[in-house]
């Protein structure tokens, strides 16, 4: 066996310290949201909660549990993730598959305008009008559509396939008689499975944490189609003008406590799915790498 090197072990060291440091920075800060949304509503609003629960308490999970449009909106929220999804996958993928073929007409025009957008958009009023005037506005879809694709990830797919899928793979499906589709479904989509399961952690992501879309193409008066974001905004913004006295105070600090709660609540989902897709992160995040 080698011996190791004084300068060899004294590296380990240091990056055994760094990643401890880096774990702290990262751990710290969710540990501390967690016993925050189960300390009691006195010790959230008096700053007394460091890092471990004080005054154990589901006040805040209650207060939350207790409105039933926070069901609706999870509903609504769960629908968006689920066809946006699948919507997203469909197109990403069928955008890239079709930009690595190269008897394509027009393919390099096609990148062009795809990248061009990425730097480049009408704004928000523009998109406004389009939505209200094909009769998307204050519906499910005025939320998927508008971010159904990512130029970015239609990049990272296409790159996948041009690197990681052999052309001759094609050829020989070609000569054994498929088609197109044939060699999309059968040959394509079953080597994309690593990219695939990064896509769907990153729309996945993206409609969860949707706000601004929904905000915007939901009238406020529509209760029910307002997503889980949009509930819990509302949740926040009360103030509860109607309380007075002794009930005020109390209403302010359970309303405290409720913004963390809101945080585990809207971020929970996310972190019981990770862990599913996560085997397949490394594989997908070294799409387009150097390979020896």
């Not at 062009?112 to 209200?132: D, E, H, K, N, R």
């Not at 797919?157 to 999309?184: H, N």
């Not at 405290?256 to 799915?273: F, M, N």
């Amino acid at each position: 066996m080698k011996r190791q090197s004084k300068g060899d072990f004294a590296f380990q060291i240091v990056v055994y310290v760094l990643v401890a440091l880096l774990c702290v920075i990262f751990l710290y800060p969710l540990i501390y949201i967690l016993s925050l949304s189960f300390s009691s509503p006195e010790a959230v609003y008096y700053g007394q909660v460091t890092f471990f629960i004080k005054g154990f308490s589901l006040e805040a999970y209650k207060a939350i549990a207790d409105r039933m449009e926070i069901f609706t909106g999870l509903w609504n929220t769960v629908k968006m993730v689920v066809l946006g999804t699948i919507l997203s996958l469909i197109f990403t993928f069928g955008l890239a598959y079709a930009l690595t073929r190269k008897d394509l007409k027009g393919r390099r025009a096609i990148t062009a305008v795809c990248v061009f957008t990425m730097f480049f958009s009408g704004g928000l009023i523009p998109l406004y009008v389009v939505v209200q005037g094909i009769g998307l506005y204050n519906t499910l879809w005025a939320t998927i559509l508008p971010m159904s694709v990512s130029v970015w990830n239609v990049i990272v797919v296409r790159t996948f396939m041009t690197s990681s899928i052999p052309s001759d793979l094609e050829e020989a499906a070609k000569i054994d008689g498929a088609c197109d589709f044939r060699i999309y479904f059968s040959v394509i989509i079953p080597l994309c499975k690593p990219v695939i399961a990064i896509m769907i952690l990153f729309y996945a992501v993206g409609y969860w944490n949707s706000y601004f879309y929904p905000l915007v193409f939901i009238s406020p008066s529509n209760t029910d189609l307002k997503t889980l974001q949009l509930v819990l905004r509302d949740i926040l913004l009360s103030d509860g003008s109607g309380a007075v006295g002794e009930d005020a105070l109390q209403y302010k600090m359970l309303a405290e406590a409720v913004k963390y709660s809101s945080i585990v609540v809207t971020t929970l989902p996310i972190l019981i799915v990770y862990p599913f897709l996560a085997r397949h992160l490394e594989k997908g995040m070294m799409i387009g790498s150097v390979k020896g």
